[in-house]
């Protein structure tokens, strides 16, 4: 079982990207995947959550700026990345589990991780 987070890189303030979350050994509409990020120096934290086709979560930094979806045909699990800014620096990760409802924004909640994917903003 793993995930596979790419699509990281560096960009300008105002920029996009895509980040994708890839799984082999299992198939990702069984789960809820979960994106996080971390800082350096900073705790990691919740951004966005998908379970099934179209329940979404994500954190208020990132509303509207951040869409969540997923491809199950391809086993793979977007995170588009619009309006960045310096404080989305940071490695980010995607995860797997079956969370509930009031734990989809808890790291805890799901077991299976990538291995993360830099993202730098620059000014």
């Known amino acids: 079982v793993q995930l596979q987070a790419s699509g990281g890189g560096l960009v300008q303030t105002g920029g996009s990207l895509r980040l994708s979350c890839a799984a082999s050994?299992?198939?990702?509409?069984?789960?809820?995947i979960g994106w996080f990020r971390q800082a350096p120096g900073k705790e990691r934290e919740f951004v966005a959550a998908?379970?099934?086709?179209?329940?979404?979560y994500y954190a208020d930094s990132v509303k509207g700026r951040f869409t969540i979806s997923r491809d199950n045909a391809k086993n793979i699990v977007y995170l588009q990345m619009i309006s960045l800014n310096s404080e989305d620096t940071a490695v980010y990760y995607c995860?797997?589990?079956?969370?509930?409802?009031?734990?989809?924004?808890?790291?805890?909640?799901?077991?299976?991780w990538g291995q993360g994917t830099q993202v730098t903003v620059s000014s």
């Open positions: 998908i379970r099934g086709t179209s329940t979404k």
């Open positions: 995860a797997g589990g079956r969370p509930i409802t009031s734990t989809v924004r808890q790291r805890e909640a799901y077991y299976y």
């Open positions: 050994g299992f198939t990702l509409d069984y789960y809820a």
